[in-house]
Structure formats: C-alpha cells, structure tokens
C-alpha cells in the first residue's frame, strides 16, 4: 500500500493567513493526488483533484501542487469557513490511501 | 444534482453480517463512466477507502478487509450497496458512500466528488 504522510497533523492560524499543509507520498504516484475538507459532522468534501485542477464551485484561494511524491494544498487569505480537517488521498493504485489529516483551527 | 444518501442498520452484533445502501437521486447511476464507492471513518479517526464498483465493469476492495467485503450494484434501485461480514467492534465507524470518474484504466484520478452525508453503525452486542 502506499502511505500518505501529511503534515502538520494541526495547525493554529489567523483570518487571512496564508496556510500550506504537505503531504508526502512513500512512492511516486505522479499526479494522481486529490485534496478534500471536512468540517465535523459532515461527509469530505473535494478541494483539488489531480493534484493541482480546483474542483468546479471551490474558491480560488484553493490551491494544489506538487509532482512525485511530494504535495501542497494552499489556502491563500484563510476564510472563517476554512477551519476544518483536510485530507490528502492518493489514486495511483489500489488501495486508495488518505493521510491522516490536518485539523485548522483559530489562533 | 446527483445526490447520494446511505442506509443501514445503526446497531449491528459482532460476527455478523453488515449491509449497507446508498440510493443515487438527481442522475443516472448507470453512466457508462463514472464508478461507486464506499469509505469509512472511525469515531475520532481519519478515512479508510473500502471498496469501489465501476460501470465499465470493474470491482476494486482494499485488501486489508481480506475476504469480509462486497461490492454491488442494482440499477433497477439506482442503488449500490456493501456488505461487510464477520463484523467486529473495530468496524464501527460513520459509513460514507461516493461517487468518482472512471477515465483510462483508473477510478480515482477525477477524486471522490459527490459524497453522501453518511451512516453511524456500531458494532456491539
């Protein structure tokens, strides 16, 4: 299986910060890497497919990159519906793999 | 636009046989090239993809969940479902069906990008 290593697990930020969280691949999946939030109490919802295409209705200050084994998700002037937990998830291979989440809350 | 909401059973003993739906509303769950899939999430935990059927007929499962898992689809429904045997209180978890695009050989590239709101089951007796 390919594990999915995000960091950090928790971060504390301020309204309008700009936010990076990583995730680490244990083999390259290329670009087959997506990007979902998720608030508590409600199913994930998905921010970034292919590593780096903003998925239709998600705001622009969403932002994805990274090639290989190594990603970011960007949240560009943090917004008071931005503090949630986020995944990464890979799809190069059976099985699907997520990271173990990164939870955004107010400093 | 295409909903999904799942159905279940909340309580289910050890060693016995889980079943789930997920009724797909507002769309077509017989596209030709689109895939569905079931995740889970224990209480407090992150997310564990668990198995994925696709239309072009394809049925992918985590090998971690051995032989306990199966993927189907009834279209007469417009349901799919999972069953899950032999349950035990480590399968408790809010069950989340998806759905995702099936493009070139793979079912995940596109992401999982319509979820329904998930079901709670517990495993005890």
């Known amino acids: 299986d390919i594990q999915m290593t995000q960091s950090p697990s928790s971060l504390s930020a301020s309204l309008g910060d700009r936010v990076t969280i990583t995730c680490r691949a244990s083999?390259?999946?290329?670009?087959?890497l997506n990007w979902y939030q998720q608030k508590p109490g409600k199913a994930p919802n998905l921010l970034i497919y292919a590593a780096s295409s903003l998925q239709t209705g998600v705001p622009s200050r969403f932002s994805g990159s990274g090639s290989g084994t190594d990603f970011t998700l960007t949240i560009s002037g943090l917004q008071p519906e931005d503090f949630a937990t986020y995944y990464c998830?890979?799809?190069?291979?059976?099985?699907?793999?997520f990271g173990g989440g990164t939870k955004v809350e107010i400093k | 636009q295409l909903q999904l909401q799942e159905s279940g059973p909340g309580l289910v003993k050890p060693s016995e046989t889980l079943s789930l739906s997920c009724t797909v509303s507002?769309?077509?769950?017989?596209?030709?090239?689109?895939?569905w899939g079931w995740i889970r999430q224990p209480p407090g935990k992150g997310l564990e993809w668990l198995a994925t059927?696709?239309?072009?007929?394809?049925?992918y499962y985590n090998p971690s969940l051995k032989s306990r898992v199966t993927i189907s689809v009834d279209t007469s429904k417009s349901q799919f479902s999972l069953k899950l045997s032999s349950v035990i209180a480590a399968d408790t978890a809010v069950y989340y069906c998806?759905?995702?695009?099936?493009?070139?050989?793979?079912?995940?590239?596109?992401?999982?990008?319509?979820w329904g709101q998930g079901t709670t089951v517990t495993v005890s007796s």
């Open positions: 998830q890979q799809s190069s291979s059976t099985p699907l793999t």
């Open positions: 059927i696709c239309n072009s007929g394809g049925t």
């Open positions: 507002g769309g077509s769950i017989s596209s030709s090239n689109y895939c």
């Open positions: 998806a759905r995702s695009r099936y493009d070139s050989g793979n079912y995940g590239y596109y992401g999982l990008d319509v």
């Open positions: 083999q390259s999946i290329s670009n087959y």
